[in-house]
């Protein structure tokens, strides 16, 4: 049974720092890409970063680049992202999941994930 459970979330004021921890199991987990999407209240899923199976090639949305960081310890089963200079823009559920059923850029909901977690929440304010 495959399982990703994030954790690390919490409030924080704008310019502070978070390291969310996606732990998977279930599946073969260094062979898989794995990603970040984030759903803030009343807007769409956001795809935010991925990182390759060997954690040799990663990507970020353009609204995180340079704040945010993705990598992986395929021993221990776990990705992580660290979220530092934050804004409250950045305020949102953040989600790990992986197998795309489409094109990330054509992500518009968790379902379109084969597999994605209970999602933790970063509240960011002002």
């Known amino acids: 049974q495959v399982q990703l459970a994030e954790s690390g979330g919490g409030s924080v004021q704008a310019g502070g720092s978070l390291r969310l921890s996606c732990a998977a199991s279930?599946?073969?987990?260094?062979?898989?890409?794995m990603y970040w999407v984030r759903q803030a209240p009343g807007k769409g899923l956001e795809w935010v970063s991925h990182?390759?199976?060997?954690?040799?090639?990663?990507d970020y949305a353009e609204s995180v680049k340079g704040r945010f960081t993705i990598f992986r310890d395929n021993a221990k089963n776990t990705v992580n992202l660290i979220l530092n200079s934050l804004k409250p823009e950045d305020t949102a559920v953040y989600y790990c999941?992986?197998?795309?059923?489409?094109?990330?850029?054509?992500?518009?909901?968790?379902?379109?994930?084969?597999?994605w977690g209970q999602g933790t929440q970063v509240t960011v304010s002002s």
């Open positions: 999941a992986t197998g795309p059923k489409r094109p990330i850029t054509a992500i518009r909901v968790l379902s379109d994930f084969t597999y």
């Open positions: 279930g599946f073969t987990f260094g062979s898989e890409i």
């Open positions: 990182i390759s199976p060997r954690g040799s090639g990663t």
